[in-house]
């Protein structure tokens, strides 16, 4: 696609991506494969960037999505809920090769939507008396157990979008915005890939579901494989 008019945050992928460090915390949008940024991602299978901590939802499926970071070795830890459609990441957790922490869905939602509101963190009932429980304070409310979970952020979120304007508001194609507008507010440096750009005021306010302020480079979507 080109674009006719100036759109000063769109970049190549691999100038975007430029900002990463190894080391450092990533999330990831999508749910499954749908909503994930596959075009970073391949660029990001290029870079000699390793040892990140990935929060999504799951490491895509076996070498496809996030699974194909994990099996280059760039994943050290991954916080998400549904490891299980990637048999890689369940084999390789098994041998010691990659940290895996678990958190039921909707805790890892709120999480993140915590760490956008510059919220430390909240309590909930759900996975009291579990496994996922274990070393986590506890407090009774009204009666009732709950445990605390802290807010969730990260350095840098890669995240897809089904258009942008020229100043980078985004707009989400349904279901597939997942987790993607949610981790938009939650990381320092944001990347946005996105299948269209258009003119401001090409977007309703009503339609708009994460202001450019969140937005620090557009990425057009190439269309590759997942």
Known sequence: MAVAFEVKKLKKPKEALAPLKSGQVVMVGGFGLSGTPITL??????MPIKDLTIISNNLGESNRGLGKLLLNGQIKKAIGSY???NRDAIELWEKGEVELELLPQGTLAEAIRAGGAGIGGFYTPTAVGTELAKGKEERIIDGKRYIFEKALKADVALIKAHKADALGNLVYWKTADNFNSMMATAADYVVAQVDEIVPVGALSPEEIKTPH???DAL????HLPV
């Open 41 to 46: 991602l391949y660029h990001l299978l290029e």
């Open 213 to 215: 302020v969140y937005v």
């Open 83 to 85: 490891f299980t459609s």
């Open 219 to 222: 990425v057009l979507n190439e």
